[in-house]
């Protein structure tokens, strides 16, 4: 064994499986309070922006006016995914999620602050824009750098398993303002909800940030990462470098996302305008997800875990063709507006599909690239499969509503289409996980110093967990 152990991994074995646990969670609470940030918009501008900011004659269009200013985060977000991809495959994961939380923070608390279209006019949108993009910058660096220094500590046969731990942040990232949305439209009149009760979630998203910044202050900086800055093996231009070596990979990733990406948004937030096109009650469809939802809580580990067992590609293209085979049930049962039809396919939906697609992504992405680069590998299909999936072809569904007057057969091949395309990528894909490969595709130690280091967590972490029910998997 190496004698010399990486900086954040020094002292005896105990003390890595802490730290271990320590990252994951601090990951999964910063992961959603940036998520809590994005979502909290996602839902009010279904809920009231079309009306506050873009008011207009036909409630729909000031829904897709809205949703559209919600698009626009997407658009900043490979932006945010090079520039800070670059920053932690350079300075160091850890410094890069700290500032994308503050940005993504920041913003969402002035969104609570932020006058409406009838104080200030036009300025409202445009204020409203602003800190769009400003936010889609910051959470195109948030994803990639959270499940990197999940992975980059876990033990190589579990990764799976600790890395979709930082998943749970979109979830409960969504179920936070969510919840409270559903709780402000119970207990205030529509006047008062449309006055000055949405902006509640906005302002308290501040004391969710403070949180999440304070953990992560306390984490360590990557051990794998900090032997690249040992042996100078930092790449001098890691975004140019990874697109060089491994573009038809980033474009593969990309499209495996889409599926997931566009589905999640659909699910969640574009069924509330389709319901509002069909007349179905705002509350029963928002709680109806909700419960979905919170499942995934439950779920997503065990699909991590499950990828570790029998693939990250397995569990990912089963979970396209779940929501392939789903795609006519779902809509069936939206329309008939049963609210036990809508709850089942809900959960099908979201509990199982989404998160059979969710959660291997957090460590099939970061294992298709080497450690120099692995950072901006990720940015780029994670942001750039975000851009496309929820932002503009989210943008899309919403319009196909509108032209087709809430017709669901257009949505239904929507999503059939997307399906089959991520199925497709990912059998193009290499299997990445270790016990399925009998290794990792590519070395994640920067040299055998980090490697060791791995398998010494790897056994420290094995020990600990004997009991486990998921250990058992």
């Given amino acids: 064994m190496n004698s010399t152990r990486p900086q954040g991994n020094q002292g005896n074995a105990p003390a890595s499986t802490a730290m271990l646990r320590r990252v994951a969670f601090a990951s999964t609470i910063g992961t959603a309070a940036e998520y809590y940030d994005f979502f909290v918009y996602g839902t009010a501008a279904v809920l009231v922006f079309g009306q506050k900011f873009f008011p207009a004659s036909d409630p729909l269009i000031g829904t897709l006016a809205a949703f559209a200013t919600y698009a626009v985060g997407f658009l900043a977000r490979p932006l945010g995914g090079v520039v800070f991809g670059h920053f932690g495959d350079r300075v160091g994961r850890k410094k890069a999620l700290i500032v994308t939380i503050l940005i993504v923070g920041l913003g969402t608390f002035a969104i609570g602050l932020l006058p409406d279209y009838q104080t200030i006019g036009v300025w409202a949108p445009v204020a409203l824009i602003v800190i769009r993009v400003l936010q889609g910058f910051g959470v195109g660096g948030e994803q990639a750098g959270a499940v990197l220094l999940t992975a980059e500590y876990a033990p190589p046969v579990r990764r799976g398993f600790f890395a979709s731990l930082v998943q749970l942040g979109a979830p409960a990232g969504f179920l936070i303002p969510s919840g409270l949305f559903a709780l402000l439209s119970a207990t205030l009149t529509p006047a008062q909800l449309l006055d ?212 669901s057969l257009a949505l239904i091949l929507y999503v059939v289409v997307l399906g089959l395309v991520s199925a497709v990528s990912l059998f193009t894909l290499p299997e990445t996980a270790p016990r399925r490969r009998g290794g990792d595709l590519h070395d994640w130690g920067g040299g055998a110093t980090a490697t060791n280091t791995a398998h010494d967590t790897a056994a420290a972490f094995a020990s600990s967990s004997q009991s486990s029910p998921l250990a058992r998997r």
């Avoid at 032997?227 to 990733?253: D, N």
């Avoid at 294992?367 to 932002?391: D, K």
């Fill in 196 to 407: 000055w009760g949405w902006r509640i979630p906005f302002l308290a998203s501040a004391l969710l940030v403070a949180v999440g910044l304070y953990i992560r202050l306390r984490t360590e900086e990557s051990p794998i990462f900090a032997t690249i800055q040992r042996t100078k093996a930092v790449a001098s231009r890691p975004v140019v470098e990874v697109l060089k070596q491994f573009g038809p990979t980033i474009v593969k990733g990309v499209g495996a996302k889409l599926i997931e990406a566009c589905t999640f948004a659909m699910y969640t937030m574009i069924v509330l305008a389709y319901g509002k096109a069909h007349g179905i009650a705002q509350g029963m469809l928002l709680q109806t997800v909700i419960v979905a939802v919170a499942l995934e809580l439950v779920t997503i580990p065990l699909a991590g875990a499950l990828s570790d067992r029998i693939g990250r590609r397995a569990t990912f293209i089963a979970g396209a063709l779940w929501h392939v085979a789903l795609a006519v049930p779902f809509f069936l049962a939206v329309d008939s507006g049963q609210r036990g039809a809508m709850q089942l396919v809900m959960i099908l939906a979201i509990s199982i599909g989404h998160s059979l697609c969710y959660a291997p992504q957090a460590a099939l992405f970061p294992e298709l690239f080497p450690a120099r680069v692995r950072c901006s590998g990720i940015a780029l299909i994670w942001q750039i499969g975000s851009l496309l999936g929820s932002g503009v072809l989210g943008l899309v569904a919403v319009k196909l509503i509108q032209v087709t007057h809430g017709n």
